[in-house]
């Protein structure tokens, strides 16, 4: 199935079933490269070690993007949660609404309300979350750039090791 023709939910699965088979990937990968990081370092082979903890922090420089990708897709899950509920909020608010204010009860007027104010905090909230959506690219694309010129480098920075995570 393209993904162009699913629907979000839809969309937000199929790439969370390619990003955890990635994930799964680069785990071997990343078991690999350790074992073999291990025996240059146990035989003291520098010009080897150097080109594996190169390729490891490639390694998680890769894992950390899917990392990412995975929370802005949560993100993305919940924007559309938010879009459908606002959409049938209104929808309800809308059918309260078409009825003449004389014809409306005490009930009807408080229904209404409660409707006006709950489609307020959906856009709240649907608001923190395309900040956060925002926020993410922002935080990627300097992650992306440290990650770069640590590999230029040839070094990796304390932050880096903090998050460097492969098993």
């Known amino acids: ?21 990635k994930q799964v990937e680069l785990d071997r990968r990343g078991h690999r490269v350790e074992m073999r990081l291990r025996m240059a370092m146990a ?3 520098k010009l080897e070690e150097e080109q594996l903890m190169r390729e490891w922090f ?10 990412r990708q995975n929370e802005e897709l949560s993100l993305l899950e919940k924007q ?3 879009e459908k509920e606002y959409a049938l909020v209104n ?20 229904q209404e309300d409660h409707l006006l104010k709950e489609l307020t905090d ?15 690219e922002l935080q990627a694309e300097r992650e992306d750039e440290d990650v770069k010129r640590a ?6 920075s304390s932050q880096d ?7």
């Open 1 to 21: 199935m393209l993904p162009e023709l699913l629907d979000a939910k839809e969309y937000v699965h199929f790439e969370r079933r390619g990003i955890e088979q």
């Open 43 to 45: 035989h003291g082979e």
């Open 58 to 67: 490639e390694l998680v420089a890769q894992k950390n993007i899917l990392i």
């Open 80 to 82: 559309c949660d938010l």
């Open 91 to 110: 929808r309800r608010l809308r059918n309260l609404m078409a009825t003449e204010d004389h014809k409306k009860n005490q009930y009807d007027r408080q």
């Open 122 to 136: 959906l856009v709240a909230e649907r608001n923190i979350v395309a900040q956060s959506i925002h926020e993410a």
């Open 151 to 156: 590999l230029q480098d040839g070094k990796s």
């Open 161 to 167: 090791d903090k998050n460097c995570v492969i098993m």
